[in-house]
């Protein structure tokens, strides 16, 4: 100890400053973007005591070797302070190695304590500083985030001593320590500074919140070196560490454990199929009075090569970063995408998802990992937050070890059986009997369109029972009955049961001919805060006045009373109207229909207290066509169902879309008070996390398909039918969005979502002159900017400016033409949603479509 | 220790035997069945030293409370033996404690080692019996598996000391085991009777091979107990040791830690959401005197209270296993299946997979769960072996935390820029250029096309390029060209590209046309060892004498020579006629083919070492048609290509099947001399875990939808387009199967697979009196069975008992009517395969289709 402390003396008299200490930090909410300008890794153990702190010193006595180079040592969670200080302990040993290498290498290191629990006192936080900060001077600079005194694991600390501390002030602390190694290193090369963030205990320790330290810190998302157990028992222990981690998503670069004799190293590199280097240091001197210099040096090349691996890991991922945009430009063909339209930096890098959260690369101004809202929710497809996220990851770990994949049919598993019932509990609830499992929406639709032909052709005696020779075929033209701008899907099937559109084109499809009966359905509108009607063509009103049909309320547009009105009958008889037009060969074999679609209402608060939802998809639609967004009226709806059930045409609700809360109510069936005999299901299904799709039957349609020969039965199935990851993810899922015990957004009845748009923004937005209509449901909350011409309608880039702009404040919209959506999932915090509807007020402040 | 060696030494002497020793295991190989008509659970600890055998040893002592009870204590692998011995002191201190508390209950304890290292002397081993076995005694029956004497990790021992096991000893050693316990427990009920297995050091602590124990005994996937660490860093430990155990199918029923006054159960069971019990044992006194009575009889209840939980999740399972069938008949709608036809007891309970094989659960007998090798591949799905599913397994959990889904369009993420490399680098190289991701092999079908009929359109003038207006459609008819008995998946836009067969007929899809010029095209055949070849009406000859054109082997049927002979011309000119029928309105705009098509050859080993090998795909429909199995000339395929080339009609190959390896060559590009324009692939590309489908094309396909407009671009995507969990398992699947690292089934050539199926048995098959035709290649071996009538065709149920006696064998196969095949994954050892081939052929022996 004597060298030890006369060299510590000797430097430490320069300066020695107190730091001001919080001890509970309030830092403003803002991005926890991570730096790539410089090399960050976070140290995890795969115990305690395995040596994180030697390896966290070993590296940046190694890092600072080089002249003018930078190393940032930071401890987020310290306990058992001030005896045990990992902070200290690094400042000392990395000093006085250095100085024994070369007592005249400029050195200005600084050790410092950010917070600390009511239970230290200040006496003994020794922050201090050794050296100038000079020209050539290489720095060391150390920090504890967070400190208690007792030794035990942080969150019990956390709670007895009084110094709590939120994940998100953690996140923010560091972060601010990322921004202040940013600063502190502007001049330097990349290879001159590395950052390490040293964690507390086990990979799974709590943290002070009781977060588990793997979950709390992994928005950043920090490349892994693990320090493995070299003890007996050490390899399971190592493993086990490394495979929590894989779990969260992190990438470990390197595995470093002490020698113990046992040659543990051996099973972890064929573990790890020589990928991740296996790294072993010499045996620690167990004798507390020896200083380990003789250790250090003795490792001298080994983290020397350990620096070397991270620096390599560090430049490879940003070579990789940078290139992949241009790759993907090369070799990717995108869907949906004009490709000549995709400006130079348009591509977005996504390097990982947490939550309601994309991580994007940016590299503007300097490089960083930046987290985006996912507000276009990938497609409509996502739902956790990153609580789900993380077990429903686990889940898929499971069910693909467990099952891989199984065939289906005649066989039965866990997950499919548990997934049916699920779905046939929730949103088949009532009238449902059969799960028709496949793996996407449109092949959910494909399916639904063969349920209905043919119970419609058993119910109207197209096929004798009998007779079971299928290639006859019959002189028979079955039509779909839709509603103008529908939408069910890519594969030609779905496609033929909608009008035709810009999709259907003989540019896009020439196989399209549109086989169904296309209704331009009656909607509703608001003016003046009344709901007024708007009928198209065709419909007759005998001595009904149009004008004297208005409603006060969603009350009265749901109510099932309007069944008895006077226009119940115009609709019915408009229907009736319009199928007699299709006697003789060609006959309406089903009613394919989004349930409810409805746009523009500012008093959200009213409909969601109401009880009142309505469901929207496919609005680029609506929008296009009548330049408006109306809501198509329920009543009419549910007329159509009650007519094509009396006239024995199968009713199919396409919710695949509106399906699991995405309008604040599981199903839109409990809205529009009206069931069908077939829905499909898919995208939100599993959460968002894998694709499957279901498409529900009763039993009566399902006993269409009931005979002697196998040429009887649905022959259509795809090779992963029921998959078990699929079922699993949905099985865990669709009982979450339910459960208020996981999502605190279910109000106490269970049935609905409660409002996350904040009303009071709604209304400004609604009234902000570049905005036309605003209609703020369950997980959605969609614009319609004000706009004309080429700058309405799919086609237009209207939007793009506004977007950009939004993305730079952490917000990832897509528009569909001059429609806007924010879209969450259905645990999202309505604090989010706030912060959403904020950054989007503030940036139409400075929005003109037009000159833009 | 008084009181123990007393009571030791009373009882020992009664009986006291030496069991036979056997140094080196060499047991029958044999299905591992793991009984379930009592409960057995594996005894796992988060790190050494945690009490695993304390647990082991209150769980039995709890059970044999109840008379007449019966506890099995299994220790497979044990080191430091002799003077550790986790059996001897499970028998020591349960006899000990039982005896404390009721010195009158009769019991009867054996304890034996099976296996011991020759390092191990004789002497040293303690086998002995305790009390009668006689009316009314309890039985604690104590077995050590395997015995080292150096005290550390078994692989380390076990190569030291000359005991090396393989997995699969210590898996038939212990199905062994389990076979005695049933065996012992014939007259006792459920209740009365339990087994525990206790393993050594942590959950990834290697065994004897060095395997991890946890891969290890995946086979039998028996529910865990796992003992936790109580001590700091323990919660850590404790949950990544969970998360090791999930990662690999297993479920964790009860976690058991010994407090150290730290509360890690707290988090623990928040951990687990409180769905899985966490016990908490009082700390177990460490003076080593201790005789740990006191200690165990203050966990009386507690051990008690494990014994009941792990009673009841065993009785629930039994009991969910038994209601499976029925529910999945209630509620489940499986695809090509006639429910009506499926037999009672038809409906199988995959319980699990591991690798190729299938664990299904069986109660006919008694229960079991049994392995049963998947030989349909699960829809010719299937791929991994056990080691490749579990290192896919961490993949899926590591990318559901990395991203979940993200949105593909304009953004780019490695696992789907890796995919397309690896996918552009292998099935796509020489000339594919773009990678289109999409959900399964039909949706890849439907892009095809559109892409195919864009292409078209373009080269043809149909669409101007000026001209983008979408709405327009064309007169023009476009049709594809593809052969007859084709199938190209089950939504409408793949199956218009078929000719009508049985699931194209009115009674399945009503919308189906078939709009396709379907040819029928000529194919060769084995006749008296000469290839002949075989050709549709409508070819016209000239002066060529068709009796002339045989082939002595498959390097001239494949040869690229042929495309100058006369033949090729006959060809030539027929297609142009076919093509010529096609003026006006209609046009040929794509063609669709699955490249080559063969069948019935018994000379695979020629085959193979020649190079040559032959698609086969939708062998149904050839069977169907033609009534034998024949192979359509390659020759004509590749001038079919030309010719569609020499008139600009792009060109797709369905490699849906076809593609990685299944055949014997990453692709059919490979063999029949020419490519495609477009191709499409799916099932096994993700190693048969998840669903993804590709479709690859040209730049010159890719550049027909570039323009200004967004309007030109190719408007399909599915919801999940190249999500990243399927991306991340093709880009680790796809590599997989072609390295010989890792697939051993690789020749050093790296283009052929080696050759799976003994052609001495094949030969055998070939000329049984019960079979038609055989084809063995790549990892499909199918067989025709002679079949006449009724019993031949899709809808035969001909091949049922064969195939029901099969599966009591443990190899579960579907009939294709009057094929069977059997069919395994590209790193399927030879060996498997020849057990599956020797099983097959004895129970053609017992087979009379005609009469069954």
Redesign the interface.
Known sequence: MFRFSSLFLSRRHNHLRRHSLRHLSSLTSQPLELPLSFPTYFIW?????VGKTLVSAGIAASTLLSPHSQFHYLKPVQTGFPSDSDSRFVIDKVAQLLFLRNPHTPLFASHSVLNVSPAVTERSIENHEIGEQGFGASKLICKTLYAWEE???P??AAEREGLEVKDSTVLETLHSCFRDVVGSGADKERSEIMCVVETA??????GPS?S?QCDLYRPF?VPAILVGDGR??G???T???Y??L????YDVVAVVLEDHG??NEG?LM??TRNKVPVLVLPPVPKDPSNDLMEWFEGCHSLFSNLKEIMHSAYFERIK?LHE??K??R?????????????PDG????????CGEN?AVFKAQDAEVIAPVF?A?A?????G?DAVL??E???E???????????????????P??NC??VM?EGVGKGWA?????S?????AI?IA??MA??KF?VDHG??PNSH?D?????S???LVLALLRSYHG?????M?AQA?S??T???????YTG?GLFLDPPSVFMRNNKWMLSLPQGFHFGNLKLDSITFASHEEIFHKGRDKSKLAAVYSSYISKQLSGFKGSANI?ALIMEPGKIFYVTFLSQLIKCHFSFTLSSFVFIIQGSGGMHMVDPLFQRVLVNECRSRKIPVIFDEVFTGFWRLGVETVVELIHCVPDIACF??LMTG????LAATL?TNAV?DS???????????????????P??CMAAAKSIPWFKDPCSNPNITSEGRFLRELWDDKIVRQLSSHPAVQRVVALGTLCALELKAEGSNAG??SLYARSLLQHLREDGVYM?PIGNVIYLLCGPCTSPEICHQLLLKLYKRLEDFDGIKN
Not at 397 to 414: D, I, Q
Not at 705 to 723: C, E, P, T, W
């Open positions: 153990g795969s115990n305690t005591g030794a035990v694991s969150h019990l205990g086990g990979v799974a320790s709590p009781g588990l998302r007996l028992g390899i399971s222990g493993i086990s560490a495979e929590s894989t779990l969260r998503g046992l040659l099973p064929s573990y990789k992949m945009p790759k993907a090369d070799i990717i063909w995108w869907p949906f995408t004009q490709h000549k339209l995709v348009g591509v977005t890098v996504i390097d990982s998802r994309f996912d276009c990938s497609w409509w497809t996502q956790p996220q993380t429903l990851a686990r898929m770990g499971y069910a693909a070890a467990r099952y891989g994949h199984v065939m289906f049919p005649e066989n039965v598993h866990e499919a059986l049916a019932e046939l009997s059969r799960v028709y499992f793996d996407n929406g449109s092949t494909e369109l063969k032909f043919r052709s197209l096929i079971e299928t290639t006859d075929g019959s028979t033209d079955l890519d594969t030609l099937g779905a033929e035709p810009a999709y084109g003989f540019l896009q499809q020439p196989w086989r074999g898919g995208k968002g996390i894998i694709p039957a399902f398909f009931i005979g002697d020969s196998k040429l009887k039965a649905l022959l259509h199935g795809h090779s992963y039918s029921a998959h990851m699929g799919y086609g897509r």
